[in-house]
């Protein structure tokens, strides 16, 4: 059986040469980004050993993704993006320099962790629109749910291997190495963002930021249906993002490797699905597609809370990472296919604040609620929460539910907008 039947097309790598090096350049830089991410809450659990403190790292995040994002959003459509992009890859890479060096320190400081927490959420939400934005220039109209399902195997495969390798060496050699690699991938995927070509600004000079953002945001209220979107990511992650919490889940389990397997759930279960999402090509009702596999990262969660066994525990993270690879394709597709391309820079600073504030205030709260209750609950009631929520969403909105790709307005729209476009690269 062939890798498209499976689900997998590989057409727009082998389109798009652009396409092909943001591409690598993305996995390459998420591989080291993940393993930091299992480094930092694993040597704040160490300096602090609090589930409140390490919660607390999503507060640090909070407000540069808020104000970041948006603002990201609109740089996107105004400036250079590949400037954009490698500038801010060059302040991440000195925030990871930043945690390699206090890593060495006789006595590391756990606020370092949270003052760099900051300044990387800030440069990161300043960047991802762009990304997101070349994203779509760089891949034809017809082939965007193509490229939703690769973005999904970069991720999805970055967050497997990344967290397994971080969590052995944070074991074994400790989070100073896990930062010292981060730093080896930063420098690869910078020789390959320098070779992009230069985009120009999508928004006139004349036009100032302020009037840029309310215009994005005066786009957003217009598409009940796109709003939908980002509220559900939302709530799921607000309610139900249990990886902050995985040290403490680990903890309860006697096996060595109980830490990176259980990293290993979430993107386990998301890269079968997608290797798996066939299916999703006779799909067109985005909307039914994107509420109903969100309900099940719900109750994938709390089955992951809830489970006494580590296998069950894994088993409910990989149902939950699966049902987000599904929603999150039809995200990605719904998004890239009915949002004009000089409006996608700002709507990917909204949406970056669905998706990444979400996980972030998730993070304290299920800290807080577990510090107040007990882990096993705060983890099983968000869940279930999680489930409620989105079926609530769904009533809610109506557009969002009764969104069809074949005959939206805004689909039509940008499919013939774009039917002159090159997007080959060079």
């Known amino acids: 059986m062939s890798s498209r039947r499976l689900g997998v097309d590989f057409t727009p790598l082998r389109a798009s040469t652009q396409y092909r090096r943001l591409y690598i350049a993305g996995f390459i830089t998420a591989l080291g980004s993940q393993a930091t991410y299992v480094a930092v809450p694993f040597q704040l659990r160490l300096l602090t050993h609090s589930p409140l403190d390490v919660g607390s790292l999503g507060l640090a995040e909070l407000l540069p993704l808020v104000v970041f994002g948006l603002y990201g959003g609109v740089l996107a459509d105004r400036l250079n993006r590949r400037?954009?992009?490698?500038?801010?890859?060059?302040?991440?890479?000195?925030?990871t320099l930043v945690l390699f060096v206090n890593a060495l320190l006789?006595?590391?400081?756990?606020?370092?962790?949270?003052?760099?927490?900051?300044?990387?959420?800030?440069?990161?939400?300043?960047?991802?629109?762009?990304i997101e934005a070349l994203n779509q220039m760089f891949v034809s109209h017809e082939m965007q749910r193509a490229a939703s399902t690769l973005a999904n195997i970069r991720m999805t495969t970055a967050s497997i291997i990344g967290p397994a390798l971080g969590g052995v060496a944070c074991d074994t050699l400790g989070p100073g190495s896990v930062y010292l690699a981060n730093l080896v991938?930063?420098?690869?995927?910078?020789?390959?963002?320098?070779?992009l070509r230069a985009t120009a600004a999508r928004v006139p000079a004349e036009d100032g930021d302020v009037a840029a953002l309310r215009s994005g945001l005066r786009y957003a209220r217009s598409r009940p249906d796109i709003v939908g979107t980002y509220i559900i990511d939302l709530l799921a992650m607000i309610l139900a993002f249990?990886?902050?919490?995985?040290?403490?889940v680990a903890a309860r389990f006697h096996e060595f490797y109980a830490l990176s397997l259980l990293y290993c759930g979430l993107p386990a279960g998301a890269l079968i699905a997608t290797l798996t999402s066939g299916w999703s090509r006779r799909v067109h009702r985005y909307g039914r597609a994107i509420v109903v596999a969100a309900a099940l990262w719900g109750l994938g969660i709390a089955l992951f809370g809830y489970s006494s066994s580590l296998w069950l525990v894994f088993l409910g993270l990989a149902v939950g990472g699966g049902a987000d690879a599904i929603s999150g394709i039809f995200r990605t597709t719904m998004w890239n296919e009915s949002i004009p391309p000089e409006m996608r820079g700002r709507m990917a600073g909204i949406e970056m604040i669905s998706y990444s504030l979400?996980?972030?205030?998730?993070?304290?709260?299920?800290?807080?609620m577990a510090a107040w209750t007990t882990l096993r609950f705060s983890l099983t009631f968000g869940g279930l929460a999680c489930t409620g929520s989105v079926a609530t969403v769904a009533l809610a909105l109506p557009r969002l539910w009764s969104f069809d790709?074949?005959?939206?307005?805004?689909?039509?729209?940008?499919r013939e907008m774009r039917s002159g476009e090159d997007h080959s690269g060079s």
């Open 83 to 95: 400037r954009l992009i490698i500038s801010m890859e060059q302040v991440l890479m000195i925030s």
């Open 185 to 195: 991938t930063f420098s690869i995927s910078l020789v390959l963002l320098f070779s």
């Open 405 to 414: 790709a074949r005959s939206d307005p805004h689909v039509a729209e940008v």
């Open 242 to 248: 249990p990886v902050i919490m995985l040290p403490f």
């Open 106 to 130: 006789p006595h590391p400081q756990a606020w370092i962790l949270y003052v760099d927490a900051f300044v990387a959420s800030g440069a990161g939400s300043l960047q991802r629109p762009s």
């Open 358 to 368: 979400g996980p972030t205030a998730g993070q304290f709260r299920a800290g807080v």
